[in-house]
């Protein structure tokens, strides 16, 4: 005959003398299989599963939050070879709107970054934009107007939010009990 472990509900054996899930003793614990009357699925667990998303995308936003502030306060400006643009076409709406890709050189290696970015005169591949870097890896870098504090900011204390409430166990999916 099937049981279930009476806290969370789990199926168990006969032999089983502590639920694997929950922890609790099954000495009186195992309740015999629901009657017809009963609902045929086992009672959820009492326990709240965190959401494990949420909390990787919190530790990625936060991760990189922090290093744009990083890169604006440590970071070395050097200028970059504009390589390639693109004119973004979004209607009338940013007619001034480009991608933009760069190379730039540190202790003679060369760096490559890419930046979405508004011109208001226009961009042409024979100009040179700022861009910063950290020092110790140049592989991480932006646009000298895309490495703002504030801007930052606000995804940080975001995403430090949604971790805390996700460890919590505060936040929860759409149809989760």
């Not at 003398?17 to 959820?44: K, M």
């Not at 591949?125 to 000298?144: C, E, L, T």
Request: proline letters at 5%.
């Amino acid at each position: 005959m099937t049981k279930y472990c009476r806290h969370c509900g789990i199926q168990i054996t006969q032999e089983m003398r502590f639920c694997f899930s929950c922890g609790a003793s099954l000495d009186s614990a195992a309740a015999p299989q629901p009657s017809a009357y009963q609902s045929s699925t086992p009672s959820t667990p009492s326990k709240r599963k965190v959401p494990v998303l949420i909390i990787l995308v919190s530790v990625l936003m936060i991760f990189l939050s922090v290093g744009n502030i990083a890169l604006s306060i440590v970071g070395n400006t050097t200028s970059a070879q504009i390589i390639n643009v693109r004119q973004n076409t979004r209607g009338d709406r940013m007619p001034n709107s480009y991608t933009v890709k760069y190379a730039f050189f540190v202790n003679g290696e060369r760096y490559t970054g890419e930046t979405t970015q508004t011109f208001e005169y226009g961009i042409r591949s024979d100009q040179r934009i700022n861009v910063r870097y950290m020092p110790s890896w140049p592989n991480f870098n932006a646009a000298v107007g895309n490495t703002r504090i504030a801007g930052t900011l606000i995804p940080g204390v975001i995403a430090i939010l949604l971790l805390v409430l996700g460890i919590k166990g505060k936040i929860r999916f759409v149809g989760q009990r």
